[in-house]
């Protein structure tokens, strides 16, 4: 997923008023949820990392984890709705940066997740700790890109901004919650299979792998 700062200033200034106070309309609301389940479920930084500290560490040890994406994600969500999408949109240098910066930390993190130990073995190795995942949204390309695509594509006016940026933040949380979760116990499931060091060593560079390959979307981009 890439972001265009011209398509943005476009879409905001031909996008048709709906003309009316309140939430979403009904089809709209449902287009939305579908964009944000497909969003939210696919792979990408935050689902990869989120499976391998599943099977890695377990569900128990990964909740700091999942919670600093969610507390992260949703600061974003509100923040975009009352202003970062016009921030990224004046000041398009302020996203590369934000895209350098990402791709120095994923890189550092598969680096961390390659060479992952399991957890009664390898006691420096920890999941990432709640700060540091909600901080990893301020600079996760995929979760910017969601964000501002939510907010500009699925609202109307200023006159209904609050209700339907409400609506915005009620589904993605929900959604969110659901795809943490889901990806964790995924991790953990695949981890019951990963008895013996040499398969966890396999499992721990494929989702590096994975993990660089979800970067390509940025660097094409």
């Known amino acids: ?21 309140g939430l979403m309309d009904l089809p709209t609301l449902l287009s939305f949820s579908l ?3 497909v969003a939210a479920f696919t792979p990408g930084p935050n689902n990869v990392m989120l499976a391998a500290s599943g099977a890695n560490f377990g569900f128990r040890a990964s909740l700091p984890h999942i919670l600093g994406v969610f507390a992260g ?5 509100v923040a975009a709705g009352f202003g970062l999408a016009s921030l990224f949109a004046a000041l398009p240098a302020l996203y590369d940066i934000l895209k350098i910066i990402s791709i120095l930390f994923l890189l550092y993190l598969a680096w961390k997740i390659a060479n992952a130990g399991r957890a009664e073995t390898r006691h420096d190795d920890r999941p990432l700790r709640f700060w540091q ?3 990893f949204q301020l600079v996760n390309p995929k979760g910017i890109t969601v964000i501002i695509s939510s907010v500009t594509a699925y609202t109307s006016s200023a006159a209904n901004l609050a209700s339907e940026v409400l609506a915005i933040f009620i589904v993605l949380a929900l959604v969110t919650i659901g795809s943490t979760c889901t990806w964790t ?20 560079i494929m989702m590096a792998s994975l993990l660089l390959a979800s970067l390509f979307p940025v660097l094409l981009g």
């Open 73 to 77: 994600f949703m600061i974003l969500v």
């Open 35 to 37: 964009f944000a389940f």
């Open 133 to 135: 995942a909600a901080m």
């Open 1 to 21: 997923m890439t972001l265009n700062i011209t398509a943005w200033k476009i879409q905001r200034r031909d996008k048709p008023q709906r003309g009316y106070s």
């Open 185 to 204: 116990l995924f991790g953990i499931l695949i981890g019951q299979f990963l008895k013996t060091e040499t398969r966890l060593r396999l499992f721990n």
